[in-house]
Each structure stands twice: as structure tokens, then as C-alpha cells.
């Protein structure tokens, strides 16, 4: 099993920035591929940004289309915590974000989520 807690949520005026975090415990593996989702009042859950293992210490990353050069999502090995920074941050960004570990083919872990409210 993998623990996964998220924090670093919080209320920011638009154009700010916040930095989530995601802290891994258990039986962690630094091969598996990392997710941040988010999920707005009213809308399903959609993809944010993952980075995938590659080989030895190289990773992949990829957004969604509408956070592309305003997020950036990180990991770092060492302390087994994968970090989503976000900057230029609008309304429609306000969700709450999860953070999820893919071991296999699907994300099989889940944290419980961090709230991110944006004010206009």
C-alpha cells in the first residue's frame, strides 16, 4: 500500500501562486508514475499533470492543455514527494486537487485532496 497526503492548498487572488505538495509513504517506488487531478464543484475529476518514469533517473511530464506554462509538476526522489507549483493562477483553476501513484496500469492510489480557491 501508498499513502499519499497532499497539502499546500489555500485561498490566492488570481495571479498568484501556490505550491502543492504530496508526500508518499509506504511502499513507495520511485518507477511509479505520479498524477495531480483536480475536481471542481459540479464537474467530473480531470487530469492535471503526471510525471512518468522513463529509465534510471529520467522522467516524462505532461499537462493538460490549459495549465501548459503556468504549472509544473516535480519530484524529488529523495523525500518522496512529488510537488505541483503553480503560477498565473486563474478562477477556473479553484478545485480541489488530489495527487494519485500509478503502479501498475491504472492510478491505484488516491490522497484525500487539497482545497485550492482562486478569487477574481
Known amino acids: 500500500q501508498v499513502q499519499l497526503v497532499e497539502s499546500g492548498g489555500g485561498l490566492v487572488q488570481a495571479g498568484g501562486s501556490l505550491r502543492l505538495s504530496c508526500a508518499a509513504s509506504g511502499r513507495t517506488d520511485s518507477r511509479y508514475d505520479m498524477g495531480w487531478f483536480r475536481q471542481a464543484p459540479g464537474k467530473e475529476r480531470e487530469f492535471v499533470a503526471t510525471t512518468m518514469w522513463l529509465s534510471g533517473y529520467v522522467y516524462y511530464t505532461n499537462y493538460t492543455a490549459s495549465v501548459k506554462g503556468r504549472f509544473t509538476i516535480s519530484r524529488d526522489i529523495a523525500k518522496n514527494t512529488v510537488y505541483l507549483q503553480m503560477s498565473n493562477l486563474k478562477p477556473e483553476d479553484t478545485a480541489v486537487y488530489y495527487c494519485?501513484?500509478?503502479?501498475?496500469?491504472?492510478?491505484?492510489?488516491w490522497g484525500q485532496g487539497t482545497q485550492v480557491t482562486v478569487s477574481s
Open positions: 494519485a501513484a500509478k503502479g501498475g496500469e491504472e492510478y491505484d492510489y
